[in-house]
């Protein structure tokens, strides 16, 4: 069973930085994708970003494209958000996942089948 676990979260003031963990457990996850969502108060949960585990290919909503970047640590089957440039639309709730095809390098959430329990950003301004 696929178990992602989100820590990292937290508050931060406008232009900050913060780095959300997502640790993934459960099985070998070296050919696997892995997205982060966001979801604020009442909208849509949003892509953000995502990233194949074996050759690092990325995709990134065009609102983070060049202030987010997702790092992976392979040996720790962990996942990072870097987020620099924060900004008070920013603030979510952030979402790890895994697509129900592991190693489908995708955007749509309706793609995804494994997530997160999700952990608070909020920035202020």
């Known amino acids: 069973q696929v178990q992602l676990v989100e820590s990292g979260g937290g508050l931060v003031q406008a232009g900050g930085s913060l780095r959300l963990s997502c640790a993934a457990s459960?099985?070998?996850?070296?050919?696997?994708?892995m997205g982060w969502f966001r979801q604020a108060p009442g909208k849509e949960r949003e892509f953000v970003g995502t990233i194949r585990w074996s050759d690092g290919s990325t995709i990134y909503a065009d609102s983070v494209k060049g202030r987010f970047a997702i790092p992976r640590d392979n040996a720790k089957n962990t996942v990072y958000l870097q987020m620099s440039g924060l900004k008070p639309e920013d603030t979510a709730v952030y979402y790890c996942?895994?697509?129900?095809?592991?190693?489908?390098?995708?955007?749509?959430?309706?793609?995804?089948?494994?997530w997160g329990q999700g952990t608070q950003v909020t920035v202020s301004s």
């Open positions: 996942a895994i697509p129900n095809i592991p190693w489908k390098l995708t955007t749509r959430r309706s793609d995804y089948r494994y």
């Open positions: 459960g099985r070998t996850f070296s050919n696997y994708v």
